[in-house]
């Protein structure tokens, strides 16, 4: 909650729209229909993986600081390095998972 009211004080700073409201009627942008049954989604979905994190180099792209097993001074940090997700939006994990790569970036900088 406190991450959301963080983004709409933050929008209203920068004069951004809100245009999360979807209409509930059939048909309408945000809903779709299965087994003749209409259901309505928001937001743009849970972007995740494509740049999976783990300790093997053989079956994932990072590890778990976020360093590709491949490039020592290659770093991608995001949500794309979760192999999976929950149904609330990944951000704050992918927020977490990007500043523990920085703590370990900073850390091997100044050793």
């Known amino acids: 909650m406190q991450a959301a009211a ?3 004080a933050l929008f209203a ?17 945000g809903t779709f229909e299965f087994e003749r049954n209409w259901y309505q989604f ?17 079956t994932s792209v990072v590890d778990s600081f976020c360093r590709s097993h491949d490039h020592d001074n290659l770093f991608i940090c995001g949500t794309s390095t ?9 951000t704050n994990t992918g927020v977490a998972i990007a ?3 920085c703590e370990s970036i900073v850390k091997a900088a100044s050793g």
């Open 6 to 8: 963080v983004a709409k």
């Open 82 to 90: 979760m192999v999976t997700v929950g149904t609330t939006n990944p």
């Open 99 to 101: 500043l523990r790569a």
């Open 13 to 29: 700073r920068m004069g951004v729209d809100d245009r999360t409201a979807i209409s509930g009627e059939k048909g309408a942008p």
């Open 42 to 58: 928001y937001g743009a979905g849970h972007i995740a993986g494509t740049t999976r994190m783990g300790s093997d180099a053989k």
